[in-house]
C-alpha cells in the first residue's frame, strides 16, 4: 500500500481553505461550474464508454478537478496551456466548449480534432491550448519550446506544463526543466502528483517522494502543496505565473491530489484499498467548492441553478456529438502534410 | 556563377534567410560561439546574435522539442543536430510529435521546422557515428526528408526547406563539407520533391541521392571509357519522392541500378525498386538492381569499412551485371 496523501504531505506549507479577500462570488461561481461541468462531462464520457459510443483509452480525472480550474484561472487567455492524455479538465478550463470535446471523444468531425485526435489529443488553437499527448514526458519539451518563442517574442505570454508524477522519471521532462531554467523560460511545470504512476505507488517509483525537490539541482524556484482547494490552488500558481510573467524565471510546482477512478477504464485498482479511496472523496474538491459558494452566502437557489445549468450543458453536449457526422476518408490525407 | 564549398552554401542559405525573416532562428549544440562543430554556422553568431543562434546543452530530445514547441506557436526554427546519429535520442519527440501533430489536432497546427545536419559515415567513425538515417525519417508520415548532393542543390534546398510549413528531416552528407562547386550569384530556391538528372544517359539509370551522386558520377564516368552511357538520377529529396523523372528515365534506359549508402532492409533503395518494378515493368531489361551499405554495424578498421560503403568499381560492376556483360 502507498503513502497516503496525509503522509505525502507532511512537512509541506498548505495554508488552511479560506476566502482570500479578493475572491468575489462571480469567480466562485464560475470555478463551481467549470469542475462541476468536467465532473459531470467525465461521467457522461464513462456511461458513454460503457455503451460503446466510442472506444480507445478513456483516462478520467474525477477527483483532481480542483487543479486544473484553479491553475487556470491564474492565467491570461492568450497564455499557452499544454498536457497529458489525462487533460479533459484543461481543456474544458482553458475554455474548449463540452460540445468539442465530448465531440472529438465521440470520434466526430465536429470534435475540436476533427476526431482525429480522440481523448488523449484535445486540441485548440484558438485558445491556446496546445494539446494532450500520449507519451509521457514527451510534451515537457515542447512546453519549453513554447515558452522560449514567448521569450523570443517578447510577447508576455506563460506557458502552462501539465504532467504527473509518472513523467518526473523520463529523460524529456529533466531536459525540458535544464533548458527552461538554463534560459530563463516563462514557464510554470505543475507535476499532479495522484500518487500513483498508472498502478505504481510512489514509493515504488521515486527514491525521493518530494518531487518539488527536484527544482533544487536545477536552481528553479519550487512550491508543493494540497490541490483539493480550488483557491489555493489558484493563487499559488498566480504566484509562479507572476515570476514567470514579470522576472522570466520558471517553477516547478508539485500539487497534490487524488483520482478517484482507475488510471483508465480498464483498470480495476486493485493496487489501492477502498478505505483509501473513500477517505480521499470525503474531500472532493467539488463539494469543497460548493461550500465555499455557502461561506460566500450565495443563495442555495443560484447553486442549484449552476448544477441545473451543467446539467443541460453536458446533456447538450452528448446530443450534439451523437448528432455530428465522421470526417470522410477521403479528407483525411490534407492533415499530414501543409501544402 | 560562383564557387564555394558545401558548408558555405549552407551557411549563406541560413545567413539569407535568417535576414529575410526574424521568425527563423538557429539552434543546437556548437552552433554560435564554437562555429559549428562543421563550421556550417560560422560568422552567424556574430551577425545574428544570441538571441538568434542559441547554443544548447548536449540534450537533443530537450531541443528538439523546443523547436516543435517554437514552430507550433508561430516561429520558423532550425534545429541543428551535430550529426543525425544523435537524432536517435530524439526519436520520440521526431515521430511522435513532430510528424503526428498536425494530423492529432485535426489540421490546427502545423510545423514549420527544420531538423538539419550531418549524415552517413565518414572515416573510421565506428557503428554508432556512421549511420544512414533517412530510411528511418522517410518511413514517417508527416516527415520530409531532404538530401543535396552538390553546393548548389544544398543551398536552394535549404532555402526551400526553411520555407516550408512541414517539419524537415535535412541531411547532409558528412564528407560532403568540404566539396566545391558552382552556385548561381544570387538568390535562388530549388523546389522539394523534384530530382534532377546529374548526367544524362541512355543504357542505364543509376539512382543515387547525397554522397551517393559522386559514386553514380564516378561510376557513369569509368562507364562511358567503355561506351556505355548511364544516366544518374538524384532524386534529392527523398520523401515526397520524384517518382515521375526517375521512372521517366527508366523507361528509356530499361535498366536500373540504385545506390544507397544505409543498410538494404527496408531501405530506401527498397522502395524506389518496388515502385520502378510497378511502373516500369514492361520497360525492364533486367531486374532492378540495389548496391547498399552492408547489412551490418559499420567497422572501425578502414579497409573493412569502405567495403561497406558502396563505390564506384562495385557499381560499374552492378551495371555490367545488368547488361549481362558479366
Excluded at chain 1, 465530448?102 to 485558445?127: P, Q, R, V, W, Y
Aim: proline content about 4%.
Amino acid at each position: 500500500m502507498g503513502a497516503s496523501e496525509q503522509e505525502v504531505l507532511a512537512g509541506t506549507k498548505s495554508g488552511a481553505p479560506g476566502l482570500p479577500a479578493q475572491t468575489d462570488a462571480a469567480q466562485l461561481k464560475t470555478y463551481y461550474h467549470q469542475m462541476l461541468a468536467i465532473r459531470r462531462l467525465e461521467e457522461a464520457l464513462a456511461k458513454a464508454y460503457a455503451l460503446r459510443k466510442f472506444g480507445g483509452f478513456l483516462h478520467l480525472y474525477i477527483g483532481q478537478e480542483a487543479v486544473a480550474v484553479g491553475a487556470l484561472a491564474a492565467l491570461k487567455p492568450e497564455d499557452y496551456v499544454i498536457a497529458t492524455y489525462r487533460e479533459h479538465a484543461h481543456a474544458y478550463a482553458k475554455g474548449m466548449s463540452a460540445r468539442a470535446i465530448m465531440a472529438e471523444l465521440f470520434g466526430k468531425e465536429t470534435g475540436c480534432s476533427k476526431g482525429l485526435g480522440g481523448s488523449m489529443h484535445l486540441f485548440d488553437a484558438s485558445k491556446n491550448f496546445l494539446g494532450g499527448y500520449g507519451i509521457v514526458g514527451g510534451h515537457a519539451p515542447i512546453a519549453a519550446g513554447t515558452a522560449f518563442a514567448s521569450k523570443y517574442r517578447q510577447d508576455g505570454r506563460v506557458t502552462l506544463c501539465f504532467f504527473g508524477d509518472g513523467s518526473v522519471a523520463q529523460g524529456a521532462f529533466h531536459e525540458a526543466v535544464t533548458l527552461a531554467t538554463l534560459w530563463r523560460l516563462p514557464i510554470v511545470f505543475i507535476c499532479e502528483n495522484n500518487l500513483y504512476s498508472m498502478g505504481t505507488p510512489l514509493y515504488r517509483s521515486m527514491s525521493v517522494a518530494d518531487v518539488s525537490q527536484k527544482a533544487l539541482a536545477y536552481g528553479m524556484a519550487r512550491d508543493r502543496f494540497d490541490g483539493h482547494d480550488v483557491l489555493r490552488v489558484r493563487d499559488r500558481v498566480a504566484e509562479a505565473v507572476r515570476r514567470a510573467r514579470n522576472e522570466s524565471m520558471p517553477t516547478l510546482i508539485e500539487i497534490i491530489t487524488y483520482r478517484f477512478r482507475g488510471h483508465s477504464m480498464s483498470d480495476a485498482g486493485l493496487y489501492r484499498t477502498k478505505e483509501e479511496v473513500e477517505e480521499s472523496k470525503k474531500r472532493d474538491p467539488i463539494a469543497a467548492g460548493r461550500d465555499l459558494l455557502v461561506k460566500a452566502k450565495v443563495d442555495e437557489k443560484e447553486i442549484v441553478e449552476i448544477e441545473e445549468k451543467v446539467r443541460l450543458e453536458i446533456e447538450d453536449a452528448v446530443q450534439f456529438a451523437e448528432d455530428s457526422g465522421e470526417l470522410p476518408f477521403e479528407k483525411l490525407s490534407e492533415f499530414t502534410y501543409k501544402e | 556563377m560562383r564557387t564555394v564549398a558545401f558548408r558555405e552554401a549552407l551557411n549563406e542559405a541560413l545567413s539569407e534567410e535568417m535576414e529575410r525573416d526574424d521568425r527563423i532562428f538557429l539552434m543546437g549544440e556548437e552552433v554560435g560561439h564554437y562555429n559549428g562543430a562543421y563550421k556550417v554556422s560560422k560568422g552567424l553568431m556574430d551577425k545574428f546574435g544570441e538571441r538568434r543562434v542559441v547554443d544548447t546543452p548536449i540534450a537533443e530530445t530537450g531541443f528538439v522539442g523546443v523547436g516543435i514547441g517554437a514552430a507550433m506557436v508561430g516561429l520558423r526554427p532550425v534545429i541543428e543536430l551535430m550529426t543525425w546519429n544523435f537524432s536517435l535520442v530524439a526519436a520520440d519527440q521526431l515521430i511522435n510529435n513532430a510528424a503526428k501533430i498536425r494530423q492529432m489536432s485535426g489540421g490546427q497546427f502545423t510545423l514549420p521546422v527544420v531538423f538539419r545536419g550531418p549524415g552517413g559515415s565518414a572515416h573510421m567513425l565506428a557503428a554508432q557515428h556512421s549511420q544512414s538515417t533517412e530510411a528511418i525519417w522517410a518511413h514517417i508520415p508527416g516527415l520530409k526528408v531532404v538530401m543535396p548532393a552538390n553546393p548548389k542543390d544544398a543551398k536552394g534546398l535549404l532555402k526551400s526547406a526553411i520555407r516550408d510549413d512541414n517539419p524537415i528531416v535535412f541531411i547532409e552528407g558528412e564528407v560532403l563539407y568540404a566539396d566545391q562547386g558552382e552556385i548561381p550569384d544570387g538568390e535562388y530556391t530549388i523546389p522539394l520533391g523534384v530530382a534532377e538528372v546529374k548526367r544524362p544517359g541512355k543504357d542505364v539509370t543509376i539512382i543515387g541521392w547525397s554522397k551517393m551522386v559522386k559514386v553514380a558520377l564516378a561510376a557513369a564516368e569509368a562507364l562511358a571509357a567503355e561506351g556505355i552511357e548511364a544516366e544518374v538520377v538524384d532524386p534529392r529529396t527523398i520523401r515526397p519522392l520524384d517518382e515521375d523523372l526517375i521512372v521517366e528515365s527508366v523507361k528509356k534506359t530499361g535498366r536500373c541500378l540504385i545506390l544507397e549508402e544505409g543498410w538494404p532492409f527496408n531501405g530506401v533503395g527498397a522502395e524506389i525498386a518496388y515502385r520502378v518494378g510497378k511502373r516500369c515493368f514492361d520497360d525492364l531489361d533486367a531486374p532492378v538492381e540495389r548496391l547498399t551499405g552492408a547489412d551490418m554495424p559499420m567497422p572501425y578498421n578502414h579497409h573493412l569499412e569502405q567495403l561497406c560503403i558502396p563505390d564506384a568499381p562495385r557499381a560499374v560492376a552492378a551495371v555490367k551485371k545488368l547488361l549481362y556483360l558479366e
